[in-house]
């Protein structure tokens, strides 16, 4: 191995991967949480809470190339990307407190107080995340080693996703309002998110510098005539589109489709009683440990519903992740990134037919969604780094930073048209917060549950069949650069 392409020891990727955890502790809660905070505790309708995430995150997503451009021309003793991820970390957490913190006004000046601290949120955010992204592409130039760093930051991600989805709404509904519960568990979130971005501070290493710096003007050229980058940002795009739809409405499913008493019957199975007795098994030693009393004929059962489906679902996405590396090993990343994708618009698509009273179905489809999504994760931001490759390999010039910043935006604007096509649908099925539904609405909660979101999948499955960076290709990419470095070092 040269210089450029060391074997990354375990610190490091573990040091790197909290990074993400952090990172997720943010997006996690903005894919499930934000619209039911919004529209359930913050106290505005779903229109304009679809409104404000369509508004703010496409603008969030137009800084993030200004974003990239700025990151790959830092110039510091600790590199270009680190210092960003240490000088923001403070400022992400305070913003993430105050984005699901309900202040005492009314009218307009709430919504003015949602976006103003929205769009700070987002923007760090962009400051923060586009940096680490980029720092996958310059720690090693080695394919499987990258794909090895990837697993364990997602390994990360996916943690903080199970503590999220499991931790959320307990401590919420544990509390005395429901806007003291947010505040209190964003609070907590918030703090940990610090301390995991200094740890990566501190812990990861760049090693992989461009040839020579780049012009602006060279770095929008290279970019507009990188074919596979194309394919990528139409992934990306669709693909969140995907979660956030997803995402948001999975609340709404549980709590108004699903049927109560036979959710009430599920839990009581798998040891999780909606009583005031004491409670027993695991389930009940955790709702114990929490100080939670669930109210069998409020939306409390939903919420443990979804509690469950949550941890259980997230433990087989982190499965999934760690069978990334060996599966792309074997296979190919595009294969793998394929097939997974395929799979995971198919089981969205399933999700349409368990009727309300079918709990186990819902369940079943449950896991095998992130069964199949699970590992395809870390795959596209290994393909990110795969196409930096290639545009270096094409020009002789390197713009990581610009490139990741290019994909985020696309991240962003999916999560964005997403969230409001997601509040746009229950808007149009006439969706009441906090109240006895339609059926119209609990139709509409059902669709924008399974059928609306598994689309821009399967468009994003039409991409990828025709991504050029296949095994063959990406290896031949890497053989050529790493002699290029290595010539270079020499001379």
Do not use: H, Q
């Given at each position: 191995m040269s210089?450029?392409?060391?074997?990354?020891?375990?610190?490091?990727?573990?040091?790197?991967?909290?990074?993400?955890?952090?990172?997720?502790?943010?997006f996690q809660t903005m894919l499930f949480y934000q619209l039911t905070f919004y529209t359930d505790a913050f106290g505005i309708t779903a229109t304009a809470a679809g409104t404000l995430f369509l508004v703010v995150r496409c603008w969030d997503a137009a800084f993030?190339?200004?974003?990239?451009?700025?990151?790959?021309?830092?110039?510091?003793?600790?590199?270009?990307?680190?210092p960003w991820i240490l000088g923001t970390a403070l400022p992400f957490g305070l913003l993430f407190w105050l984005a699901f913190h309900t202040p005492h006004v009314g009218g307009s000046a709430k919504l003015v107080y949602a976006y103003a601290t929205y769009i700070a949120l987002m923007m760090v955010y962009s400051a923060n995340n586009t940096p680490y992204s980029a720092l996958n592409a310059v720690m090693t130039g080695d394919d499987l080693d990258r794909t090895s760093l990837a697993s364990f930051r997602f390994v990360a991600a996916m943690t903080a996703a199970l503590v999220v989805q499991s931790f959320t709404l307990p401590v919420v509904y544990g509390a005395a309002t429901l806007s003291a519960g947010w505040s209190k568990a964003i609070g907590i979130y918030a703090v940990v998110a610090v301390v995991l971005l200094v740890i990566t501070f501190l812990s990861a290493r760049e090693r992989i510098l461009p040839a020579r710096e780049s012009?602006?003007?060279?770095?929008?050229r290279d970019l507009s005539r990188n074919g596979p980058?194309?394919?990528?940002?139409?992934?990306?795009?669709?693909?969140f589109i995907t979660l956030a739809m997803r995402g948001g409405a999975q609340n709404y499913y549980f709590t108004y489709y699903a049927d109560r008493a036979s959710v009430c019957a599920f839990v009581r199975h798998w040891g999780f009683p909606l009583t005031t007795d004491p409670l027993h098994g695991f389930g009940g030693w955790l709702l114990n440990l929490l100080d939670l009393r669930l109210n069998p004929n409020g939306s409390n059962g939903a919420a443990i519903l979804q509690w469950l489906f949550n941890i259980l679902g997230n433990v087989v996405t982190l499965i999934g992740v760690l069978c990334s590396r060996p599966l792309s090993a074997w296979l190919g990343k595009k294969t793998v990134f394929l097939t997974g994708l395929a799979a995971t618009a198919a089981a969205g698509a399933l999700f349409a037919l368990p009727g309300q009273r079918s709990i186990g179905e819902m369940f079943f489809l449950s896991l095998l969604w992130p069964a199949c999504y699970g590992p395809t994760i870390p795959l596209l931001w290994v393909m990110i780094?795969?196409?930096?490759?290639?545009?270096?390999?094409?020009?002789?010039?390197?713009?990581?930073?610009?490139?990741y910043a290019a994909i985020v935006f696309a991240l962003k604007a999916g999560l964005g048209v997403g969230g409001w096509l997601g509040a746009l649908v229950l808007d149009q099925y006439h969706y009441v917060a906090n109240a006895v539904q339609l059926p119209e609405a609990v139709q509409g909660i059902r669709l924008a549950a399974s059928i609306f979101p598994a689309v821009p999948f399967a468009v994003a499955v039409i991409a990828v069949i025709f991504y050029?960076?296949?095994?063959?290709?990406?290896a031949k990419i890497s053989a050529e650069l790493q002699a290029r470095r290595q010539a270079a070092a020499a001379a």
């Open positions: 210089e450029t392409s060391p074997r990354l020891s375990f610190r490091e990727k573990a040091g790197y991967a909290c990074g993400d955890g952090a990172a997720n502790l943010v993030d190339p200004i974003m990239g451009i700025i990151a790959d021309r830092t110039v510091s003793r600790w590199g270009k990307f680190r012009t602006f003007g060279e770095d929008i980058w194309y394919l990528m940002f139409a992934i990306t795009l669709f693909i780094a795969d196409v930096v490759d290639f545009s270096e390999w094409k020009t002789g010039r390197r713009a990581t930073g610009l490139t050029p960076l296949g095994k063959t290709a990406t």
